[in-house]
């Protein structure tokens, strides 16, 4: 008989042999579920140790069902889909996975931002219509050096586009309430306001966390702020930018074009999502991937490691690395 039982609320892997090879050997038994939503975890797991959460909402509600649970174990950076101080007040510990996936969410950033400045998917379009001639971008195209790129947040992915980007030749300004000037000028990056970052930007990159104040980070002021030829690029939550406010300014010309790695409903999230439940999915200047930016092989396997890590040294009474605090 196994001594523990680690249950997996959801997971888009093929497999769960990384969690086995990490649990199994101290004698946890891991169990796949697929309860995306979250509703059926405390019915379905009601003798979990440990869950290791995906994409499953793990509320109070929930929570306070889990009688022996010890820790929920999130497998990516963010914790705003389990309720944190509802698990530590109900004896639990949660955990994550910060480290992961820098380099990775990164380079999909500036990947989208590269190639929405220089309008490669609208001169794509125009050559399959016919159209051959340097202006069929239908719009203004303009030098990287000493263009701005704003970036909303500095935290651990943010220092790493700055880096990249350093050989482009782009001024690098951004807004973080919690960042210090002098820390951000030794990264070579210019300290600002929100509200300059949003004027003066060719590119506004939102960077930031999803918390209460940075829900609608990006809104219908903010668009109209943004430069009509400007680019704005979302590889954060989905709810940091207000979605409706964003097809608005794209269809009315407000700023040129968007690229976003998840839109506000947050499409894994939900059992029967279709793109007809957000109008951006129409729109020729909006370019949206699958909440993909994280993603490599490497990327994948690590996470999925140090997740079971995490739980292992939980089972073992001991502290994992990755503790987070309400």
């Known amino acids: ?36 939503t979250g509703a059926e975890v405390a019915e379905l797991a009601a003798d979990a140790d440990i869950i ?14 889990l009688e022996k649970c010890k820790a929920i174990c999130r497998y990516g950076t963010g914790v705003d889909i389990v309720d944190v101080q509802a698990a530590y007040d109900n004896g639990m510990i949660v955990t994550n996975v910060p480290d992961y996936s820098i380099d990775e969410v990164a380079d999909h950033t500036i990947t989208m931002g590269l190639m929405l400045l220089r309008r490669i998917p609208m001169y794509s379009q125009a050559t399959r219509r016919g159209e051959w001639h340097w202006s069929a971008s239908g719009g203004e195209i303009f030098r990287f050096r000493n263009s701005i790129w704003g970036l909303i947040g500095f935290g651990r992915i943010a220092q790493n586009i700055n880096r990249k980007l350093d050989d482009f030749g782009f001024e690098i300004i951004a807004y973080d309430p919690y960042v210090s000037r002098s820390f951000m000028s030794t990264h070579g990056v210019r300290k600002v306001e929100l509200d300059e970052l949003i004027k003066t930007s060719d590119l506004v990159n939102v960077m930031c966390p999803y918390t209460t104040e940075t829900h609608h980070i990006v809104d219908a002021e903010a668009l109209e702020l943004m430069k009509k030829t400007a680019v704005l690029i979302n590889c954060a939550r989905g709810k940091c930018v207000d979605n409706t406010a964003l097809y608005e300014a794209l269809v009315e010309g407000q700023i040129a074009s968007a690229g976003l790695d998840d839109t506000e409903e947050e499409p894994a999230k939900l059992h029967n999502w279709t793109p007809d439940m957000n109008p951006l999915f129409t729109l020729d200047n909006c370019f949206i991937t699958p909440h993909s930016a994280y993603v490599s092989v490497q990327s994948l396997d ?8 995490n739980a292992k040294a939980i089972l073992l009474g001991q502290r994992p690395l990755d503790q987070v605090f309400p």
Not at 14 to 26: A, G, H, K, M, T
Not at 302 to 309: G, I, Q, S, T
């Open 302 to 309: 690590e996470c999925r490691y140090v997740a079971a890590e």
């Open 52 to 65: 290791l959460q995906q994409y499953a909402k793990i509320f109070r509600d929930t929570i306070e069902k």
């Open 1 to 36: 008989m196994s001594k523990f039982k680690v249950y997996v609320s959801d997971y888009d892997y093929p497999n769960l042999d990384i969690e086995r090879s990490v649990l199994e050997p101290i004698g946890a038994e891991v169990i796949g579920l697929q309860s995306k």
